[in-house]
């Protein structure tokens, strides 16, 4: 299962009594789900999540087990979840652009009691609902710093109480619309694409793949209200052919996390969105601890990623990392010795992150982490760095992030090759996609060096090596 450790367990509704709960609240919706095959209400989605729980349950799968698949953003993602979460099982959803290499490696990892493929298995409906708020409810993947994947486990408690936390925090109301193209296999994905618009409820229209135009046309036509993700999706609306405030004019409200969410980012895409643009900040292990609020004063909320969400704590080691405890964090990894070391000894979650916090307010200054976030998606450099160095040509190589203005940042490869061999950007893309690595993760430049700088410990001298870009 996992080591288990952080805060005591927060009890309450499991996700799917929060979600049946705010269903039976309110009058049935006709568009709860949109995606590019059509429309879902909230009737017809609660009748297939009830027949695909009972397939899985016709195949085996039981309160505990894991259940892997691999989608696109599209409703059977939101059925695949749905459908375990009344099972009391465990979703452990696999990016849907992980190479074959990558799938091999989380599926060995995770060792679900089912993978399931194209079709979604369906049998007699299951009505009954899994009431343990302690269960596990997903195991959604993160890059370490040693470029091991990391099995990142939460609770249906914890899910649960931080979707109605962030309903609250965003003012989100059951006429607002949320797009959503950010990876459903993810925590910003999961949070505001299923469980967030789950507990309001709220109409979320899914996006298979990112594409700027189509979506200023799903936002006018849609009357999005709500969008969360990292400025690369904003910087793509506001240039995209045919913008228009009139096509943006439903727009309320923009949440941006990650690399590149500048004070001079959120005031220019204030201005040209007309809407409010907040910096937020969180990772998988802990959701969206810090954004700004309603009524807060709008430099800080551009300026800063935020205050605190609920009842979260933030504190600053000697170190001058950012340490976290609270009821929404994980409770741990499916790697027991990753667990052991992602806690301090009276249960503060080492988040890798350096920063500070002024009356209350935190800013992110940098990482002891060698991480790379490009869109949205947090690269290992380690892990790019082993790819690299299992060419044959390639001697010594390391990977940096370098700023961005579209994607945050964008992956570098500085590589020192054999005598007489050569390695460009040409030869990097065909090697990476040999390797069955997902297409994000392959640098977009290289660069050829006599040498790799090392510092005195003998550690790549990444600065210098930033220095020469």
């Known amino acids: 299962m996992g080591s288990q450790r952080g805060a005591a367990g927060v009890g309450g509704r499991t996700l799917t009594e929060s979600i049946d709960h705010a269903l039976t609240a309110t009058a049935a919706h006709d568009d709860l789900v949109v995606d590019d095959q059509g429309r879902w209400s909230s009737t017809r989605l609660d009748e297939r999540i009830a027949s695909v729980a009972g397939g899985l349950r016709a195949l085996g799968v039981e309160r505990g087990d894991r259940v892997c698949w691999q989608r696109a953003n599209v409703v059977d993602a939101v059925v695949l979840y749905r459908a375990c979460w009344r099972l009391g099982a465990t979703a452990a959803p696999i990016h849907h652009l992980a190479g074959a290499a990558d799938v091999e490696r989380i599926v060995d990892i995770v ?8 079709e979604l298995p369906s049998a007699g409906a299951v009505d009954d609902v899994c009431t343990d708020a302690d269960l596990p409810a997903v195991v959604l993947f993160t890059s370490g710093s040693s470029g091991a994947p990391k099995g990142v486990i939460h609770t249906q408690g914890r899910l649960a109480y931080k979707a109605r936390l962030m309903a609250e925090v965003h003012g989100l ?11 459903l296999a993810h925590i910003s994905g999961l949070l505001n694409g299923v469980t967030v618009p789950g507990v309001v409820p709220m109409k979320t229209v899914l996006m298979a793949k990112w594409d700027p135009a189509a979506a200023l046309e799903l936002i006018e036509r849609e009357h999005i209200t709500f969008m969360i993700g990292p400025p690369t999706f904003f910087i793509g609306l506001m240039n995209a052919p045919g913008f228009s405030s009139r096509a943006v004019e439903s727009l309320r409200l923009i949440s941006s996390g990650g690399a590149g969410v500048t004070p001079a980012f959120a005031a220019t895409a204030s201005d040209a969105l007309g809407c409010t643009v907040k910096r937020t900040y ?26 605190p969400t609920g009842t979260v704590e933030l504190c600053i080691a000697s170190s001058g990392e950012l340490l976290v405890r609270g009821p929404e964090l994980f409770v741990g990894y499916i790697d027991d010795e990753q667990t052991g070391t992602a806690f301090t000894d009276d249960g503060w979650f080492r988040t890798g992150d350096i920063g500070r916090i002024d009356d209350g307010w935190l800013t992110i200054t940098g990482r002891i982490k060698d991480i790379i ?33 579209r994607l945050g940042e964008q992956v570098v490869a500085f590589v020192a090759v054999a005598p ?50």
């Open 373 to 405: 976030i490009r869109g949205g998606e947090n690269i290992a450099t380690a892990e790019v760095e082993n790819v690299l160095e299992a060419h044959p040509d390639i001697r010594h190589a390391v990977a940096i992030g370098a700023p961005d203005e």
């Open 173 to 183: 109301r059951t006429d607002d619309a949320i797009l959503m193209p950010a990876p």
């Open 111 to 118: 060792q679900p009691r089912l993978v399931v493929d194209d």
């Open 282 to 307: 969180g990772s998988t292990e802990a959701p969206t601890i810090t954004t700004s609020q309603p009524g807060d004063d709008p430099d800080k909320a551009r300026s800063t990623d935020g205050r």
């Open 420 to 469: 007489g061999r050569t390695f460009d950007v040409d030869e990097c893309r065909r090697w990476f996609e040999s390797q069955g690595v997902a297409r994000f993760k392959t640098p977009e430049r290289v660069v050829v060096v006599a040498d790799i700088p090392v510092m005195a410990a003998g550690k790549p001298d990444r600065e210098a090596l930033r220095r020469l870009l």
